[in-house]
């Protein structure tokens, strides 16, 4: 069974600051990745996903993530965040040809004003 | 983009008793639909798959006789927690994929259970 690994339960940043949320999976065949964000007291969006390319992938509100293979990591970016990504992010990861995610076990973002 | 509405938002229910959640793909057909449960400041984790006209896969260690699920149609499934108990109580989710898209899961807003 493949795991994923999120290696920060909870980040708290100023508004402006940069931020980065390590993401590792262990399955070692072709993956599809995904970072999903929910909101306080909404449901789960996708932020951004790649399954092949550009290994650099761009998503909504700013969002980017990196595909590295041989580290078997997808961690998101965000060079500049704001009060409202206050949040909780999950990356999730299939097995190529599946539809089946697993989940990691979240980071808590909160941004100060 | 696709839209996918759960049933109820919350609920409340006595010990014993059974409760159905139903979850809707409003603006598409879904082959296959998603139960998760999340657990507080906890990641999701998939309880079962259900396709349309088929029964459910469920993950290793949930009990599918407790936890029901029926994907009748192309745009609903539901899930019943039958004789629920305490430690049913939590957040349950479904997620639904379109036939017509690749790997992405559409995620419902999720109902809250509690079981008193």
């Known amino acids: 069974a493949q795991s994923v690994s999120q290696h920060n339960h909870h980040v708290i940043l100023s508004e402006a600051a940069s931020l980065e949320l390590g993401c590792n999976y262990s399955y070692g065949g072709t993956v599809n990745l995904f970072w999903y964000v929910q909101y306080p007291g909404q449901h789960l969006q996708l932020l951004l996903k790649?399954?092949?390319?550009?290994?650099l992938v761009k998503g909504i509100k700013g969002f980017e993530a990196e595909f590295i293979k041989s580290k078997f990591s997808f961690n998101l970016r965000k060079p500049s965040v704001q009060w409202s990504d206050t949040a909780e992010y999950f990356c999730a990861v299939t097995r190529s040809n599946d539809y089946k995610l697993s989940f990691g076990a979240g980071t808590t973002v909160t941004v100060r004003a | 983009g696709a839209v996918v509405s759960q049933h109820p938002s919350r609920v409340i229910c006595k010990s014993g008793t059974s409760v159905k959640i139903e979850c809707r793909s409003l603006d598409f057909q879904a082959t296959t639909m998603f139960w998760y449960r999340q657990f507080p400041k906890q990641s999701l984790m998939l309880m079962a798959t259900s396709n349309e006209g088929s029964k459910a896969t469920y993950e290793q260690g949930v009990e599918k006789d407790k936890f029901l699920i029926n994907h009748a149609s192309l745009t609903l499934s539901t899930l019943t927690v039958t004789s629920a108990h305490p430690e049913d109580s939590s957040f349950y989710i479904c997620s639904a994929i379109s036939s017509g898209l690749s790997y992405e899961q559409y995620f419902g807003p999720g109902t809250r259970l509690t079981v008193t």
């Open positions: 790649y399954f092949s390319g550009d290994p």
